[in-house]
């Protein structure tokens, strides 16, 4: 078994980081094409993995030097049957890939891991569709079929927990609970939101996680909002509500610019480090629990840093 599955370490509170946007580093400062957006593409050649390695383990050494635990996040975000095959790979090339991708972790960890900085091996789920858009929408027991495979493969690995991300409306991550639990794996569910602080599918952020609860029992060990940049959400957030307590983790892109208007970018709006470091600070106010920080779209190591050092303040402050 997994050495944190019973137990993850982040449900103590103690503060953790993940890493940041890592399409956006690997296509824009790296050079690297990713059909598809799809990091874990990047697993079938030697070369490939050697540079995935190399992007988890800065992570690793900032997680060290902060003193911090670190959440790993598998690169398997598109490792899901539809964008699969979009990128020619059969359902056992990508029970490959997703394997290949918690070993590489495991190795990451064993080099890195010390008291003080504990190290959480998560594996990464993606929606079925667009991270943006709503072009097709399962019901819950569909999702939760859909999901179901990476899920058991990922459970079968030395991943202590699933994590879903960029979900866009209720059903699909109510679905990835259900999958996840039929395996006896953790699971925290991630949603993205629009400039107006609500999913894609119009639903209040309040309202989902509420529902989620209550539909599941309240399986999800957490909660976390992605892919969207604070000045988003904060006024949500402000308005109240006893689900702030389930939100644990932020992942905020570093551009203020909408979903449509980063679907068009050419360029790479990377934002400022410190003023993001800033409003992750701000959010902490709103969100008591929140203590797994790390960044999307457009966000590198000196955006994580600058959010641990926020947040290391924000957490003496209210102490």
């Known amino acids: 078994m997994s050495q944190y599955r019973t137990h993850l370490p982040q449900l103590d509170d103690a503060l953790f980081m993940t890493d940041g946007g890592i399409e956006t580093t690997l296509i824009f400062h790296d050079g690297i094409e990713l059909p598809c957006f799809a990091a874990f593409d990047l697993l ?3 070369a490939g993995a050697a540079r995935l390695d190399a992007y988890f383990r800065r992570y ?7 003193g911090v635990g670190l959440v790993l996040e598998a690169p398997t975000w598109r490792a899901n049957a539809d964008w699969g095959r979009k990128l020619g ?19 990451v960890r064993e080099a890195f891991e010390t008291t003080d900085t504990p190290i959480v091996i998560s594996g990464c789920l993606g929606p079925r569709g667009d991270a943006y858009r709503i072009e097709s929408r399962m019901s819950r027991e569909e999702a939760r ?5 990476q899920i058991d493969t990922l459970a079968a690995t030395e991943a202590d927990m699933i ?3 960029t979900i866009t409306y209720p059903e699909e991550g109510i ?26 599918s119009g639903d209040a952020l309040g309202d989902v996680i509420e529902r989620a609860d209550a539909e599941t029992d309240a399986y999800a060990a957490y909660y976390m909002i992605n892919c969207a940049h604070p000045s988003h959400f904060e006024t949500v957030l402000g308005d109240g509500g006893a689900w702030r307590d389930r939100v644990h983790g932020i992942r905020a892109n570093a551009s203020r610019r909408s979903h449509a208007d980063l679907d068009d970018a050419a360029d790479l709006d990377d934002g400022d ?3 993001l470091g800033a409003q992750y600070r701000a959010l902490h106010a709103w969100l008591p629990r929140m203590n797994v920080v790390g960044g999307c779209c457009g966000t590198d190591h000196r955006h994580v840093s600058a959010i641990c050092g926020a947040m290391k303040a924000a957490r003496v402050r209210y102490a």
């Open 175 to 200: 679905g990835v609970i259900d999958a996840a639990r039929a395996r006896g794996m953790p699971v925290a569910i991630s949603f993205t939101l629009e400039t107006d602080g609500r999913l894609p």
């Open 145 to 149: 079929a859909y999901h179901q495979p």
């Open 44 to 46: 079938k050649d030697a």
């Open 89 to 107: 790979y059969s359902d056992v090339a990508l029970a490959h890939a997703n394997r290949r991708a918690i070993d590489l972790l495991v190795r």
């Open 163 to 165: 994590a879903a991300f």
């Open 273 to 275: 480090p410190v003023e």
């Open 60 to 66: 690793a050494a900032l997680a060290q030097s902060e």
